[in-house]
C-alpha cells in the first residue's frame, strides 16, 4: 500500500553535487521515519540518513556534505548530496518505516545510481 520513487541520480564528478527526490505514495505521516541508503558494488546497504519530525541522523561519511530535508505535503524526502567522491558512487535507495500490528516494516524504492568518476 506503500509506494517509493526516487529519482535524481547520475554521473556527476568528484566535489560535484546532486539532490535526490524520493516521491511517497499512500498513508505517510510526519512521524514516520524516512530514510537514504546505498548500496555499493560488493558491499552491503549502509545507512546514508534519515529524518523524522525535528530529527536527522547522518552516516559518519555523510555529514557536513549530505542533507536529508522532506516535504510532508508533498510526501516527499530529499537528499543534497555535495563535495561527492568516487566513494560515494552506489545505488541510492529510499525507504520509509511504517507501523504496523505486528511491529514495523520497511518500504523501499527501487533505487537509483549515483556514480561519481572523472
Known amino acids: 500500500q506503500v509506494q517509493l520513487v526516487e529519482s ?3 554521473l556527476v564528478q568528484p566535489g560535484g553535487s546532486l539532490r535526490l ?5 499512500g498513508s505517510i ?5 524516512m530514510g537514504w541508503y546505498r548500496q555499493a558494488a560488493g558491499k552491503q546497504r549502509e545507512l546514508v540518513a534519515s529524518i523524522s519530525r525535528g530529527t536527522t541522523n547522518y552516516a559518519t561519511s555523510a555529514k557536513g556534505r549530505f542533507t ?23 545505488v541510492y535507495y529510499c525507504n520509509v518505516e ?20 572523472s
Open 68 to 90: 536529508i530535508s522532506r516535504d510532508n505535503a508533498k510526501n516527499t524526502v530529499y537528499l543534497q548530496m555535495n563535495s561527492l567522491e568516487p566513494e560515494d558512487t552506489a
Open 21 to 25: 527526490s524520493c516521491a511517497a505514495s
Open 8 to 10: 535524481g541520480g547520475g
Open 29 to 33: 505521516f510526519s512521524f514516520f521515519v
Open 98 to 117: 511504517v507501523p504496523r500490528p505486528t511491529g514495523k516494516y520497511l518500504y523501499w524504492g527501487q533505487g537509483t545510481q549515483v556514480t561519481v568518476s
